[in-house]
Structure formats: C-alpha cells, structure tokens
C-alpha cells in the first residue's frame, strides 16, 4: 500500500509538470518554439533554463524515504533532451544531477543520482538524433526506466555493506521505475503541439485549393464586376476586412470595410503597393497609415506576374510571414 501511495505521488507531481507545459504550449510566443525545427540560441537557454527548473522542481518536491527522494528529475531530464535535443537534456541533467548531489553529498543516494541524472542527458540526445519522431515516446519511457533501474543498481553498489541501500532500493524501485511513464505523456504533449502546424498548413492549402476553383471562372473575362466578385470570395473564404485588386497605376476593385470610401479606377495606388509591384516580393507591414481607413492597420500585398497586385485587408495584426498583404484592426 505504501509503495502505491508513492507511485500516486509521483505521478502527482509529473502532473504538474505536463500540466504547466499545457498551459505554456497555449501562449503564442512559447508555441512557435515548439513547433519550430531549428531553435535559435537564445530559445534553447530559454528552453533549458525551463527543464532545468523543472528538474530542480522534481528535486525539492521529491517524497522523502530514509533519505532518498522519489522524485520526477530523470522524467524532466530525459523529456527535456528528447523533445529539443543534446544540449538541453545534457544542461539539464548536469545542472540537476549536480544540484542533487549537493543538498545531500554525504546520502547514500547522492552519487548514483549525479551519475544517473548525467547519464540521462546523454541518452536523451541520442534518442532525439537518432530515434523517428514517432517512437520518441515509448523509446523515451524505456530509457527512463533503464535509468531508474541503474540508479537502484548503483545505489545497492555504493551503499554495500550497509543495508540502508537495500532497504531503500526495496521501497522505492518499483514507484520510480513504473514512473517513468510520465515522459512519454510529456513528449506527445509536445508534439501534439508541434503536429497543429502541419494541420494548419494543411488546411491553408486546401483554402488555396478551394479559392482558385471558385475564382477561377471570373479570371476567364476581366472586368470591373469579375474582378468585385475575386475580391469578395476571398474575403469572406479567408475572413478578411477587406480585400483588393489594382494594377500597376490604378485600383481596379476594392471589397470590404471602407470600400465606400474608394472610387474605382481613378484611385492611385499607394506607396506600399508601388513598392510591392517594383519589388516583386511579397509585402508586409503591420504599421500601415491610411486616411481613408484609419481603423486598417496590417497590410499584405502580393504581386502577380499579370501586373495586377492582389491586396487583402483585414482589422487585426498579420503574422510576419503571410503570404498575402492584409490589413488588420484588431491586435492578435
């Protein structure tokens, strides 16, 4: 009964962990980490300093028997290196390993921790190298339970011919061991996150897919009404404020918030669309200054190879990396 009160124990505090990366996986900022391929160096200190403060976390809240702690650092360790690689879970398992030796070098526990906890860094990777997304969960579980079962090992080694060590090993194997199941709900927490952008990028493309069909059929006679008709099946496929469509002098059509501000056909385009058609790159700017739609402050402009430029207007702030120019009133 009192093994299983440990086990639940853990499993508590893991709980907090997975718990507090869901939370963080909905902040915007912390999202975008997670779903990129390559950090850049200031997020991986920002990253490891985070799994570092969850193995410390595991650490201080470990449960106390005859002086070991059943804790969660090695599941914070091992999920730290497989879910961001080599240098985060090797940090974080020096750091911690260390910071467990010294709140108690003289624990017949303190020496298989420190070499236990390092030694999970390595591992963890190596399993992020060399092992395929898919199988980095249950690859991770197996590691962290060979890692456990080293540390009783280790612990029986190093405390012999003290029977402390027996005993702990004894009390605590089982519930250390069984919770290192814990990583791989930590790892496919993560990578839920990180498979929302394929969805995502799968679902702009079939909005692509379906806009060229329902447009298609108004590029075959270009006129002032055809080209009303494009604007508005993309404003309201995207859900955009406002959409439009000029040339290289004019504005040709113009759909949505503000349209009765605009007069067709003698509206000279802007400074940014000027600079978009000379360019020929796609243009973004989330500071745009408008008289005729003060409210419009995100633009994205695109320019066609027909020497049409195709701008979408919308009333929040665009991502940097749209492929459209759009104007925005509300702030994401």
């Known amino acids: 009964m009192e093994m299983f009160t440990m086990l639940l124990g853990l499993f508590e505090r893991a709980a907090l962990l997975i718990i507090f990366l869901f939370f963080l996986s909905r902040v915007p900022r912390f999202r975008q980490i997670l779903q ?3 950090l850049r160096w200031q997020e991986y200190i920002a990253v490891t300093l985070l799994f570092c403060a969850f193995a410390i976390f595991g650490t201080y809240t470990g449960i106390n028997v005859e002086g070991s702690l059943v804790n ?8 730290g290196g497989i879910l961001f690689g080599a240098p985060v879970g090797i940090i974080t ?49 197996g590691a962290g339970m060979i890692c456990e079962a080293l540390t009783m090992l ?4 190093f405390s012999y011919p003290d029977p402390l060590g ?8 089982l519930p250390m061991i069984l ?27 079939k909005l692509a897919l379906e806009i060229a069909n329902k447009t298609l059929p108004y590029f075959r006679s270009i006129d002032e009404d055809s080209l009303r008709k494009i604007c508005r099946i993309i404003q309201e ?6 959409v439009a469509i000029t040339d290289t002098r004019n504005v040709l059509a113009y759909v949505g918030f503000g349209e009765e501000r605009y007069h067709i056909g003698n509206e000279i385009i802007s400074e940014m669309t000027k600079k978009t058609i000379s360019s020929g790159e796609i243009t973004i700017s989330n500071d745009v200054i408008d008289e005729k739609t003060p409210d ?21 702030i665009i991502a940097k990396r749209t492929k459209l120019r759009i104007h925005y009133k509300r702030w994401l």
């Open 36 to 38: 990129k391929g390559k």
């Open 72 to 79: 969660v650092r090695i599941i914070a360790v091992l999920s």
């Open 93 to 141: 398992g020096i750091v911690s390993g260390v910071h467990r030796y010294l709140i108690d070098m003289d624990g017949v526990t303190a020496i298989p921790c420190l070499i236990t906890s390092i030694l999970a860094g390595l591992v963890s990777g190596y399993i992020h190298k060399y092992t395929p997304k898919p199988k980095r969960w249950i690859i991770g579980i």
């Open 154 to 157: 280790l612990i029986l080694l």
């Open 166 to 173: 027996a005993d702990i090993v004894s009390q605590i194997a």
């Open 179 to 205: 919770g290192e199941v814990n990583i791989g709900l930590i790892v496919l927490l993560v990578q839920s996150v990180e498979g929302e952008k394929e969805m995502i990028a799968a679902r702009q493309a």
């Open 237 to 242: 496929d995207i859900q955009a404020d406002a």
């Open 296 to 316: 419009i402050h995100s633009l994205l402009s695109f320019h066609s190879k027909n020497e049409e430029t195709l701008q979408v207007r919308s009333k929040s």
